[in-house]
């Protein structure tokens, strides 16, 4: 417990593979041509499961703040978006993903039994609601059409209305 921990990777357009470490309060890069790793503070603590977008910047879960923050590597600056629930502050975004096509990161909305989804040009939230209660999601995919696929995942099952975890697929 306490020790920082790697809790999301992915590479960017330039190359770059890019991690979060939980139980801490910065984000790393991997540069693959020299094995150099650097350390970036972030403005949270618990980053969680970063993602990029097609711009090359980052997208990271700050689970205990209710918000997801923007990193962009070319000016080294953080943009926070507090997820669109009332009241504030009163989510869990356990996980995201960039849907670079549409140009959306959805986030898991772990009280509020919803994925919520920020259009990046336009910074607008939408929010879309599960169709289990309690229904903890620990992960988004995204296929090539813009369907997402995410999964319930309570331990144990019972705490899941029902009793059953479940894949549910939104289009």
Same mark, same amino acid.
């Given at each position: ?17 890019? &991690? ?23 403005? &949270? ?19 205990? /703040? ?5 990193? /962009?590597?070319?000016?080294?600056? &953080? ?61 988004? /995919? ?12 309570? &331990? ?16």
């Amino acid at each position: 417990p306490g020790t920082p921990l790697p809790c999301g990777i992915d590479i960017t357009p330039d190359g770059g593979v890019w &991690f979060a470490r939980l139980h801490s309060a910065d984000i790393g890069r991997l540069d693959p041509a020299t094995g150099a790793i650097t350390m970036i503070a972030t403005p &949270f603590t618990g980053p969680r499961r970063l993602r990029s977008d097609a711009e090359g910047n980052l997208w990271i879960g700050a689970f205990p /703040e209710s918000a997801i923050v923007r990193y /962009e590597p070319r000016s080294g600056r &953080f943009t926070r978006f507090d997820l669109p629930v009332l009241p504030k502050g009163s989510d869990t975004p356990y996980a995201l993903n960039v849907d670079k096509k549409r140009g959306t990161v959805w986030v898991t909305g772990n009280q509020s039994d919803s994925l919520h989804a920020l259009d990046i040009k336009s910074q607008a939230w939408r929010s879309v609601p599960l169709p289990r209660r309690v229904a903890f999601t620990r992960d988004i /995919e995204i296929a090539d059409d813009g369907t997402l696929f995410t999964s319930t995942s309570h &331990f144990p099952s019972w705490h899941v209305e029902d009793g059953q975890p479940t894949l549910i697929r939104l289009q």
